[in-house]
């Protein structure tokens, strides 16, 4: 069988289950989520021993120590896989929800009601808890997944495979609601970027090359999380000490995350007294400066370049800016930022009215750290990634974000005239 | 200039009104939509002028009378066009509209705001009307749009535009806000759907050959609306009489519409009882029948052969089977559906319970008219197309399919822990 044939058989296999996996109750579909929990817990040692195999290989084949690290499935890591499906089972269904139902002119009732996207496909690298993690929230939202990790993990994948198929099973779900791809062909990633007859969104999890290359060639709507180049703006009507907890906290919090600062845009007017406190706060944090020529006439900072503004570090690098207000601070983000959350830092009602109308980023904030942008925060209960698209889903991207809305019209008889 | 560099001069200027008509007020918004009408109003003659040129071209060229129809403006059409302003101007505001703003455990407030997409491409067919309609709704929810209208109504287009561009500058909106495309050159299509840079949704309307064309090549998210091939399922616990009323209205109350039944699907248990009282109602308006064994048993009818149950006839035809069930019904949809809208006539319960819940379409009905499938009949106020995707917008589209939600967090200084 060629690959191509194989993939078109779990598209086929994947659109036949999601009618079955649509209609199931949340009661069924919690069960199976609970006995996948069941089956990861009883097969530790067999899971830890096929994961053993991957990571023998990668050694062998080099990886890095990062890799391996993300690679690397320990007694430890598959509890946490079991208490993200305990989590997910408790999340509310989403599916079926009715709302808006009203009374039209001609008498019919119209309303909307959630359903599953369908089929959705999770493109993602060697991380086996990604595979439970993006199972465990298409299954919960109604829909049949098809997951390609990455080749490295392809024995702690099919280990992990066997114990989703036996949770479907032990729950009455078909088998195919959730597949897992058994080849490392990369010819497979190909083949389920563009069988739109059998797939109706792709979710890529990993680094940017990885989702620019899906996006580029993919017939599928894609769900892309791509860059997070995030600001923080500290206008003149500031309360400063709010500023410095925020902006410190933006960067440093975490540093290779998404929702953290890349770029700090101050207002000139109270650039010089912040700027030093703020330089000494990342000194102390080991936090590498680069500003613009305003700023480095108040601390010492490396130079700003226009490639600085348009970066995404994910490391210990800040690029500050002062500017003359909050337009041109709001200019400076619609240059730069990757839209995907922006904060600003001010005490006057009206300035932060405008900033979040105003600005178009996927998250908009007053007097918040841009870490908060987050599905966990967000009171999603989990997330499956954040959107920075305008289409379909933006930001952070929870059950919700994998469903979607049809309408459903009640008459008694009723035509139209 | 080449096209590519006039498509993309277009995205430009597009892109950065997009920001302008995003931060207008609703009463901005209307005072632009009431001074296109205006200017309608005044330029009449021009307008009809400028189209009869259109329509030389047009008959020289050979356009059948069909095509010459949509083409034409007449003073009647331009009193329609006015009626549509006024109507939008009407509508309420979607944009800004903040939905589920609640406390999460953090302290900070995480809420939704009601955004425009951007900036909007509509590509349609030689309808002069259609520039408008498409004009004032992308208006009015706060995007930018390039209009691409078929090269035979080139000049009633432009005169069109010309409405719009001094409209736009009484109100104070930039005139970039509405750009139509006044080059006749096919490339400008393949540019304007490929620039993802400045487009952010493209919206064909026309025919499916068209779309098709258009989904293929696109790198910007398509809102297409391909078929409807729509079905209407008489339950064995139907009320004949209301059966009766829907399958007539569903075919023949209008033939060449998306929302027109193809497919009648019967239980064979009321398949003798109410095939013969259709028949006759078919019979009297001239609709051709085609039905599956079991009806042509029943009634004189065409065989309905695989491609019959695959066809979108538009055509006062329509295809007729008999199933064993509402679960045989529902895999026929299923199987043949579009998508787009099925009805189930019947008064159990639960198995109208169960049709809604299970048919994947994206308007699913119970006791009315498939004709219900409409934005006005759903309350819409109007409709740019009627999506029959599944991802950002299911069924008619509205103004608010033509926006998005972004995230807003307020806090107070709050910082992740």
Redesign the interface.
Known sequence: MSVQEYMQNLGKNARAAS?QI??ATAGTKNNALLAIADALNETRDFLIAENGKDLQAGREKGLDEAMIDRLALTSQGIDKMIEGLIQVAALPDPC?AITDL?Y?P?G?Q?GK?R?P??VIGIIYESRPNVTIDAASLCLKSGNATILRGGSEAIHSNRAVAQCIKSGLQKAGLPETAVQVVETTDRAAVGELITMAEYV??IVPRGGKSLIERISKDAKV?VIKHLDGICHVYIDDQA?L??AY??A???KT?RYGVCNAMETLLINQAVAADILPRLAKGYGEKGVELRGCPQTRAIIAAEVATDEDWATEYLAPILSIKVVADMDAAMDHI?QYSSAHSE?IVTQDYSKGRRF???V??????????T???DGF???LGAEIGISTD???A???VGLEGLT?????????????Q
Chains 1, 2 share one sequence.
């Open positions: 009618r649509a209609a079926g009203n039209m001609s019919i119209v009601m359903v996207l369908g109706d969104v709507t309360d000490d709010k907890d925020i410190i906290n933006a919090h619609a904060s979040i109308t105003e178009d980023s996927s998250s908009v904030m007053i007097n918040a750290s870490r908060f942008a925060e967000y009171g305008k289409i379909h933006r930001g952070p979607s809305q049809k309408w459903v019209v009640l008459g008694d008889g009723h035509i139209r």
